[in-house]
Each structure stands twice: as C-alpha cells, then as structure tokens.
C-alpha cells in the first residue's frame, strides 16, 4: 500500500530554515497526484502549507508563500519541504500527504518540529 | 483567501445520537469539500470527498451533504469509535481547513 514518511531534525533555531523530506513508497511521485505539505501547531488545527505535481508546479499558501518551497525528487521518489526565518509559531507536526481527486487520501506519521533555540 | 467556518467547536454526544457538524465558506467552493477525523496523537483520516462521497471503508452512517457555501457532515448513530476531531476542508482553490470540531462524549 501506500506511505508517506516524513524526515527531517526535529530542532530549528530561530531565524534558521526548516528542512523536511517525504519519503514515497506503494506509489509513483511522477503521476497523476499531488504531494502537500500540511502542519498542525500543538493543540490546534490543521493548517495547509501547500502542494507539489512532479512537473515542478507548486501552490502556496498566501499566508506562508514568502518563506516556503516545495520541491520533488523524482530519481528519489520524494519530496521536500522548506520555510525559512522559522520563529516559534512554526513549531508543529508536519504531516505530508498524498492529494487525488478526492482529497487527502494518504497521510504520513507526522514529524514533530519544534523552534527553539 | 477562502475561510472555512465550522460550528460547533466541540459538540458533547452519547453513544446512538444523530450527530451535525456544520461548515460555511467564504464563498462558493461548488462540491469542492472533503470531511476528516481525527483522533489524538494520529494523522488525520479522509472520510466524505466532494461534499457527499463516502470514502472506502468509511461506515455508512458517516455522511455528508451541501453545495455552495454551506456544508454538513452527519453521524447517524455516534458510535464510540466516533469520538474524535472532525474538520472540513476546501479544495476549490488552493486549500484551506476548518478549525475543527471535537466531539466529546457527555
């Protein structure tokens, strides 16, 4: 079946750029699907980062656009994410996630992220 | 930027109650939303795509309905399984999540 596995240090200083990659597994990257990124805050909802098709084109959030890139490796099957000048609202679970028509259909574990210095 | 409001946010049911969670957007999505629970410590779950398809293996007493700008998910009959975190999200443009709806047991 198909899995996702997030990967990445789970401690940013401030100011410094978060780096997290997503295995894929049970799936091709170069078809059909989109790959996001999506974050959830300690004790609060889910926040959509945004997503990547493996032809390069991505979607952002607005709210985050400035600091974030999303970039696929097809030769490794995987995608990964940045967001530079982390402070400590960046810290979360980040989750990635396989995007069809339907929706988010397959989720990663979640990797915990936490900004401190 | 399209928002997503959901209502309420945490709900106190019993196990057998008929369970409605709502969720407005800004403007109109069309069918463009998908339902997800949530449980604590796990990744959220797909449960209802394009506002009133089941997922595969999703019980049938989970249901959705709406068009436009209001949406609903039903539980036909709470099972305590059911006790978790629901929340709405669009993907008409871009994405955006709902804050969340946690139903509790009362």
């Known amino acids: 079946q198909v899995q996702l596995q997030e990967s990445g240090p789970g401690l940013v200083k401030p100011s410094g750029t978060l780096s997290l990659t997503c295995a894929v597994s049970?799936?091709?990257?170069?078809?059909?699907?989109?790959w996001s990124w999506v974050r959830q805050p300690p004790g609060r909802g889910l926040e959509w980062i945004g997503a990547i098709f493996h032809s390069g084109n991505t979607n952002y959030d607005p709210s985050l656009k400035s600091r974030v890139t999303i970039s696929v490796d097809k030769s490794k099957n995987q995608f990964s994410l940045k967001l530079s000048s982390v402070t400590a609202a960046d810290t979360a679970v980040y989750y990635c996630?396989?995007?069809?028509?339907?929706?988010?259909?397959?989720w990663g574990q979640g990797t915990t992220v936490t900004v401190s210095s | 930027d399209i928002q997503m409001t959901q209502s309420p946010s945490t709900l106190s049911a019993s196990v057998g109650d008929r369970v409605t969670i709502t969720c407005r957007a800004s403007?109109?999505?069309?069918?463009?939303l998908a339902w997800y629970q949530q449980k604590p410590g796990t990744a959220p779950k797909l449960l209802i795509y394009k506002a009133s398809s089941l997922e595969s293996g999703v019980p049938s007493r989970f249901s959705g309905s709406g068009f436009g700008t209001d949406f609903t998910l039903t539980i036909s009959s709470l099972q305590p399984d059911d006790f978790a975190t629901y929340y709405c999200q669009q993907y008409n443009n871009y994405r955006t999540f709902g804050q969340g709806t946690k139903v509790e047991i009362k």
């Open positions: 403007q109109s999505i069309t069918i463009w």
């Open positions: 996630v396989r995007e069809v028509l339907r929706g988010m259909d397959v």
């Open positions: 049970g799936d091709s990257i170069s078809g059909s699907n989109w």
